[in-house]
């Protein structure tokens, strides 16, 4: 265990573990037994993307308070992104915020949602409309978790990794199944860079939300279906999109969009889903709530060529929703 996180332990009044029951029936005893933490209270919720809600947050709020936590309590977040997003939302609002560590489990959660300071929920159907920034006091990442992580999920996670690879190393676009291990510091000292820079998203943070603007209303408006899409799953039809209106309005090499679509059938794997000319205009509703607009006009992160981004990115309403159209053939006929 490294000085941080045994600092941390040892100065809280009283230590919470918030999971959920897929990462609790793996993991939970054996994470407690190696922070020697067996009387933390520990706080198990549902798991997915539905629970990631004003309601489970309560439940978060009560408990700290049923057990009298006091200013220097700590919550350890072991779980994916909705753990990390939710527990990190729960402490920071928590008696005007106490101290929480983000241990994650998943691929997606290891390279992206843990690090960073954003925390989270959704609302009124829209992805993380309500959160704060918050800095973790640690984020342990171990690779063991990965272990127990279904396929579905580390693909999903794998579409993150491609995001950085797009946006900054190219290196990282040789990401696959078989060495994603390997990258998974790479991709956090990058967003470690990228945070230190900009921790409020004033500007060159936005590149982070390649793939996103659309990515989060698909994923919006698939979380109303009976089959939802894992979060890397929506993202990789947003950068489907992104990669698209790169092509047509940044000069992006033609060849990366033809690159990325041949490993979209790998990406998407393990996903349910059917989407159709039908679920154009909802999906385009959604666009509405990004966070990243400006006055109602969605922005876009787009490519002048792999590693050279440009946010703010506006577009004709036309565009946007030709991009989405492109996007519903390509996954009609994978
Ligand atoms: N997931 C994008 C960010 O943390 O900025």
């Known amino acids: 265990m490294n000085e941080k996180l045994k600092q941390a332990l040892s100065e809280a009044s009283k230590v919470f573990i918030l999971t959920d029951e897929n990462v609790a029936s793996f993991w939970l005893p054996e994470v407690e037994h190696w922070l020697n933490c067996e009387n933390a209270v520990e706080i198990v919720i549902k798991a997915g993307e539905r629970h990631k809600n004003l309601q489970t947050v309560q439940r978060v709020w009560k408990t700290l308070m049923k057990h009298h936590a006091d200013r220097n309590a700590l919550l350890i977040n072991l779980g994916g992104g909705v753990i990390t997003d939710l527990g990190g939302f729960a402490a920071s609002t928590y008696k005007r915020g106490i101290r929480f560590v983000n241990i994650p489990t998943t691929l997606l959660a290891m390279v992206d949602a843990a690090i960073g300071g954003k925390t989270g929920i959704d609302f009124g159907d829209a992805k993380n409309q309500i959160g704060t920034f918050a800095v973790a006091e640690d984020v342990i990442i171990d690779p063991v978790f990965l272990e127990t992580l279904p396929q579905r999920e580390l693909l999903s996670g794998l579409t993150e990794m491609l995001k950085y690879g797009f946006v900054a190393d190219p290196e990282l676009l040789q990401v696959s199944l078989e060495n994603y291990e390997s990258y998974i510091s790479r991709c956090g000292d990058i967003k470690r860079e990228i945070v230190a820079k900009d921790p409020h998203e004033k500007g060159l943070r936005k590149i982070l939300n390649f793939g996103h603007t659309l990515g989060h209303a698909i994923e919006s408006h698939c979380l109303t279906k009976e089959s939802p899409l894992l979060h890397g799953e929506a993202v990789a039809l947003g950068m489907l999109a992104a990669l698209w209106l790169s092509v047509k309005y940044c000069g992006l090499d033609a060849t990366v969009l033809q690159q990325f679509e041949n490993q979209l059938p790998m990406l998407l794997s393990e996903a349910e889903f059917s989407l159709s000319k039908a679920d154009v205009e ?33 577009l004709p309403s036309v565009a946007i929703k030709e991009a989405l159209e492109y996007v519903i053939d390509k996954v009609a006929n994978l």
């Open 282 to 314: 909802p999906i385009l509703a959604y666009l509405v709530h990004d966070k990243k607009n400006n006055c109602e006009t969605p922005q876009f992160v787009l490519l002048e060529a792999v590693g050279k981004p440009v946010w703010e990115a506006t």
